[in-house]
């Protein structure tokens, strides 16, 4: 439901009863609310105005509290006082300091948010059913990290089970979910059937199923899959 409306057309009776037209407009009749675009108009100029005294009254204050700290300065220099000199020095390089942490923390928050947070939202999004999103995120966002490399390069690290860094990417994460059994209430059916290792279905590019596999291609499924590698081999699908 609307608060303004440029015309009623469509509406029923009930719905049109809930408007009153005033300048040409249907507003909904909502009591407290402003009433016209001037009134709006009128609490943005004021909530402006509050805002430009209350920054005023910081910067007002900043000052005073500058120029008595240069007066104290200038007062302990002409006293010879070196310990009054330390101190306010102290004081201006832990305000500074505590400055800078507070924007570097608010920076990286925001860089968590746009890497950790979105790329941990999209996989909740990918691999659960509608409604379990919210329960699947948090253990998805426990195992991602944000790293800078030495280029400088913002990226997502993927996590073990342990918390630690690992050689895992994004797919080897989505796996590792799948075929997590605490997990599969939550988890949307995918195209791959069995323990993830056998194929949807017949053709080219199918992957092969446990029993199918060699050496060498069981050794890069445990090293890729390791939790699917272990289903496999408790259902007993490397048998012939």
Known sequence: MKYKLDSLEGLSDEMKALYEEKDGAFYLKVEGLPQTDADIEGLKKKNEELLAEKKAEQKKRQEA?????????????KKGDVAALEASWKTKL?????KHAEAT???QDQVYKLTVGQTAQSL??????KGSEAVLLPHITNRLQVETDENGEVKVRVLDSQGKPSAMNIDDLKKEFRSNVAFKPLIVASNASGSGASGGGSGGGAAKKPSEMNAQERADFEKSDPQGFATALTNGEFNN
Request: proline content about 0%; charged content about 45%; cysteine-free.
């Open 105 to 107: 923390k608010a920076l």
């Open 65 to 77: 509290e500058d120029q008595a700290r240069r007066e104290t300065e200038e007062s302990a220099r």
């Open 94 to 98: 832990e305000q500074a300091e505590a």
């Open 124 to 129: 909740a999004s990918e691999l659960s059913i």
